[in-house]
């Protein structure tokens, strides 16, 4: 948004802040609110008068998009010849037909008003074929096309439904005004996605040019396919993965610069503020127009000789010197006046191009290098040596024949007394931060070592490194995440299994937070996690089989979501309001976008939750049995109980408590809580039990309702009611309730559940927090 009004005479008005601290602060404050809400209604004001939504309605229909699993060919369908053919007026629809349009794509009950209204006024600029339709609707084919660009897919697919899309005869041509209208929606979604249209606009009439180059006017379908994908911004713009392929590539992304950029290609600004791509390679940049005639991309991500294999050498890129000041001669470097400094993309060094000659050629892969596989520690099977090619059965094959982008054909050998990282990336976690985490992660380690899990899921990676020694690993994402992987890891049959760390980017974040990495990721420097990552301790968690019997009953239930428990597992009360939590949340995703929002419509469930009482009396319900012995619930008037295997719930909320030290003999309590007291209900001895992550055995909590739980996670109250400490716990119900794992809620009707120890995993804590007091330093 830019700085505020009147901002520049802030420092000339701090003396007389002083004589009247409160008026001043007080008239500030007010000009300030005034100047925001007066820049928003300008900016929906020029949405408007472009016939665009606001960008807070665009928002929302990105959140409703990506809860949905509907195609837009599909709905499409429904219109031209399925139960949707009613609404359709020649080949336009009225504002019902588009209302049911929206739902059926986007999957929910009721639209919002405001945001159906306003997306159907902003189809009114575009024109349809049949110009005798009424004014109040609008066209089939513009609102598909622009709903095509936006949904995933590969950019080859789109260019050809939206093509097909105009081509109502089906003779595979289009005249240069149906082209137009392609273009068009391309240009209002390029504006909703923050791109400069300015430079986007001559790009594509550039493309126009190479599709009629005979000047006809009419376009086929192969021609406008093969123009679009020679277009290297439209297809960033389309949505195009790029993909590693080591052929001196770029891996393009959008990037708006905050700072003045100089374009590697023509040197020219970019401009502060103005959109260019960007390479997550190698950070070579270049403007929108400047993206075709760039150099080929210098990384390489694995060593294609055996003179490259050991010796890693440093790959100079101009540009890029962030931090303004020469590693070698501690100068500054005057990146705000031209394109000047290299900065190397493995070590990370940034010089002047005069200190070049004073740097080695060798690189040491900089202050990462312990987490670090350089493309010399990488290399194909068929350039081992003779007596390892003996041992391989692709010894035969030429390096043609061999696939070098699958973990099959490329051997690691890390360098010595490094241990090197697999990165994990979950891209929807955290909103957008899971996908700047990895291109971060692409940039500051080898793109070999970083997975995108919604494109191949975690198998590939685990393959690749399945014989990396002393290799670890980083999932970046919420438990959810992390659960796949610790499930993807066990199946994957490994001779070591590697220690995991977790960078949070979830909700609640409990294992986490349990091991010290904190309760959510917000912007901090990766390369910092990295370092902390060194100092990390291993650690083995428990992990348990849980086991459902249903009864022979009538009564429906949902799917149980895991048959394993990482965190925990609880029945009643809070697994009512986390039901209720995940029920809204897929009905209007638009509402759950954030964690603060997040937290606040968890704590109008609990509300309602502690009114209604649903989980009353639940001990009438079920019956428990710890290591085969009933646990007496007779005296207790419970309303949910919960099952934990660390002490961490709802993003943070200890329900057992911290443990009271008892008097006496600590040793002797150690010994009686050691690995033979496999069942303890004991009260006083359970005050004692601090909770362990790998001492094989459950901690069982009974909570009186909700307005307790929220006392807990407020700190206004140490814990729930302690049951127990066992290794294996098994519930019989005779109703249906809500129960959850790991955060994911279900109901179930009667059955019984078996909880048992299953095996342990290997994580990676924290290094312990630094010191908060002032004088911490001196320490």
């Known amino acids: 948004m830019g700085s505020w009004p009147g901002g520049g005479a802030r420092a000339s008005g701090r003396r007389a802040n002083a004589a009247f601290p409160l008026k001043k602060t007080k008239r500030r404050k007010y000009y300030y609110q005034a100047a925001f809400v007066a820049i928003l209604k300008k900016n929906r004001k020029m949405a408007k008068e472009r016939g665009l939504i606001s960008p807070e309605d665009f928002v929302q229909l990105q959140k409703y998009m990506e809860y949905s699993t509907q195609k837009v060919s599909d709905v499409l369908k429904l219109f031209e010849d399925g139960e949707m053919a009613k609404y359709l007026q020649g080949d336009a629809i009225g504002y019902e037909g588009f209302e049911q349009f929206l739902k059926i794509y986007l999957e929910v009950d009721d639209v919002p008003s405001h945001l159906s209204s306003a997306l159907f006024q902003s189809f009114h600029n575009g024109q349809c074929l049949n110009e005798t339709l009424l004014k109040d609707v609008v066209c089939l084919s513009d609102v598909s096309c622009y709903f095509s660009l936006l949904e995933g897919g590969r950019p080859e697919d789109k260019l050809e439904f939206t093509f097909k899309l105009y081509d109502t005869d089906r003779n595979g041509i289009l005249d240069s005004s149906e082209v137009e209208k392609i273009i068009l929606q391309m240009m209002r979604v390029a504006e909703y996605l923050d791109w400069d249209v300015s430079e986007l606009r001559p790009i594509l009439q550039e493309m126009m040019k190479e599709i009629d ?44 610069f905050p700072r003045p950029v100089y374009c590697n290609l023509c040197e020219s600004s970019i401009g502060l503020g103005k959109q260019g791509l960007s390479c997550n390679l190698c950070k070579y940049t270049v403007h929108d127009h400047c993206a075709m005639k760039a150099a080929p991309c210098e990384v ?32 500054k470097i005057r990146i705000y006046h ?18 070049l000659e004073a740097v080695g050629p060798e690189c040491d892969c900089g202050l990462l290098r312990e987490h670090i596989l350089p493309p010399s520690s990488i290399y194909p099977s068929v350039l081992a040596s003779g007596q390892e090619r003996k041992q391989s059965k692709r010894s035969q094959k030429s390096m043609d024949d061999l696939n070098v982008f699958t973990s099959e054909a490329l051997r690691i050998e890390p360098v010595p007394n490094t241990h090197p990282l697999l990165v994990f990336v979950n891209p929807k976690s955290g909103g957008k931060q899971g996908q700047r985490v990895l291109w971060k992660f692409q940039y500051i380690l080898n793109p070999r070592q970083v997975f995108n899990l919604l494109q191949d899921g975690p198998e590939p990676g685990l393959r690749f490194f399945k014989d990396v020694p002393d290799s670890r690993i980083l999932v970046c994402g919420g438990d959810g995440t992390v659960g796949w992987i610790l499930e993807s890891i066990e199946k994957a049959n490994l001779p070591v299994v590697p220690p995991v760390a977790v960078l949070p980017l979830g909700t609640g974040n409990d294992l986490a937070r349990c091991l010290r990495w904190g309760g959510g990721y917000e912007g901090q420097n990766l390369a910092k996690i990295l370092k902390d990552l060194e100092m990390s301790k291993v650690v083995h968690i428990d992990r348990w089989s849980l086991e459902v019997i249903p009864q022979q009953t009538e009564e429906k239930s949902d799917p149980v979501p895991f048959q394993i428990i990482n965190n925990y597992f609880s029945i ?6 986390a039901h209720r939590f995940h029920i809204m949340r897929e009905k209007y995703p638009e509402k759950f976008n954030s964690r603060m929002k997040n937290k606040l419509w968890y704590f109008e469930f609990a509300t309602s939750e502690s009114i209604f009482s649903t989980c009353k009396k639940l001990e009438e319900s079920l019956t428990v049995e710890i290591c085969g012995k009933p646990l007496d619930l007779s005296n207790l008037s419970l309303e949910g109980i919960a099952v934990l295997n660390i002490p961490s719930m709802h993003g943070g909320s200890n329900l057992w408590g911290d443990a009271k030290r008892p008097h006496g003999d600590i040793c002797g309590i150690n010994q009686a809580l050691g690995s033979t007291a496999k069942v303890i209900t004991d009260p006083d001895i359970l005050k004692t039990c601090v909770p362990d992550l790998s001492d094989k055995r ?55 559940i078996k909880i048992t120890h299953k095996n342990q995993m290997p994580m990676l804590m924290g290094p312990p927090p630094r010191s908060s007091n002032f004088f911490g330093f001196l320490g």
């Open 338 to 355: 031209s394109l000047t400094g290299l900065h190397c993309v493995w070590c990370h060094l940034q010089i002047h191009d005069d200190c």
């Open 698 to 752: 459950l901690e069982v909590v009974g909570l009186e309702g909700a307005i307790e739980m929220g006392q807990i996670y407020t700190k206004l109250k140490s814990a729930g009611r302690r049951l127990a400490k066992c290794s294996e716990i098994t519930f019989h119900t005779t109703k249906t309730l809500p129960m959850q794992i790991d955060g994911e809620p279900w109901m179930q009707s009667p059955c019984t």
């Open 213 to 256: 180059y005979d000047g006809s006017g009419s376009v086929s379908l192969a021609e406008w396919v093969r123009a679009g994908a020679t277009m290297v911004p439209l297809l960033v713009l389309l949505g195009l993965e790029m993909t590693l392929k080591d052929d001196g590539q770029h891996m393009w992304r959008p990037k708006r």
């Open 572 to 577: 009643g009360v809070d697994a009512s309001i």
């Open 300 to 331: 390489s991500t694995y060593a294609k000789s055996r003179k490259d294999i050991g010796v890693q050498s440093h790959v100079w890129v101009r540009g890029g010197c962030e931090s303004g000041r020469c590693d070698r001669c501690q100068k």
